[in-house]
C-alpha cells in the first residue's frame, strides 16, 4: 500500500446480511480513508450494528466482499480481521472491572497476538509468572492511555470509574492493539453534555493515521467529527456523501432528519 494520506484502508463491496427473511444489511458499500472519519447513522433497527459486526468479522456477510487494505478479508474470523489490522469497540463492555486503567489496557495489549478473545485472569497469571516485562507491549499501553486522555487515571480502579471514563478506557484497550482501521459502535451513548464533549475530543486527536467508522446518535457530534456521512434505512444506504451534501438530501430529510 502507497503510503499517502487518504490512502482507503477498508473497502466493504455490496455487503448483505440476511437474517432468515430478514436483510438486516442490504448491499451497502462503505470505503473508510486513513484520516478520515465515515459516520453512519439511522434509526434503531437499521442495521448500523449489523453493518458493523459484518466488517469487524463478527458476522460472515451473506453477500459481497470486504478488503482490508489490498487484502480480501471477506469471511475471515474476528482474530484475523484484528491481527490484520482492524480494532473496534463494542456496545457491550469488554472492561475487567476489578483492574486498573494500565492493567486493562496491557491486558488488551497483549491479547493482539493470542488466537482467543483476551481471559484477564489468564493473562493476569501468565504475566505474573513470567516476571518479564514486555518493553514494546508497556510502550504501546503507555501511548494508548496518553491518547485516550486517562493519564491522570492510570492507576485507577476500572469500576470505580465514570461511564465517561470506561469508554475512553474501552478506546484506550482498542488503541492498544495498535489498528489501523477503527470501528467505534455508539462511543457517546449514555453520555452527558461533558463527557460527550471529552468524548469528542479525543476522537479528533486519534483521527489523524486512523481510518475510523463511527456509528452515533448523537448529531452534533456527527457533524462535528465526519467527513463523509452514510444514512441507513431498513438495511439499505439511502444516502452517502459530504455531512451538507447529506443534510440536503431530500429522501434522508424525510427518512430520518426530519423525524
Ligand atoms: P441498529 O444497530 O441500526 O439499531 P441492528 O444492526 O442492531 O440495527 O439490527 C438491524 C436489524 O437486524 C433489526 O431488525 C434486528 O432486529 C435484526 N437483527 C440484528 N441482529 C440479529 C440476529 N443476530 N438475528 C436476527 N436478527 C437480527
Ligand atoms: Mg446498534
Redesign the pocket.
Known sequence: MADTPHEVLLSARKITKR??G?A??NGVSVDLWRGRIHAVI????????????LLSGD?PPSDGAIHLGSTDVTGWASERISRQGLGRSYQKTNIFLPFSVHENVRLAAQSRDAQQPWNPLRWWRDTRRAGAHNRASSERVDRAIELAGLEARRDAIAGTMSHGEQRQLEIAMTLATEPQVLLL?EPLAGMGVAEAERMVQLLLRIKPGHAMML?EHDMDAVFALADHLTV?VN?EAIASGTPPEVRADAKVQSAYLGE
Open positions: 437474517f432468515g430478514l438486516a444489511v439511522g434509526p434503531n433497527g437499521a442495521g448500523k450494528s449489523t453493518l458493523t459486526n458476522l459502535d456509528v441507513m438495511g
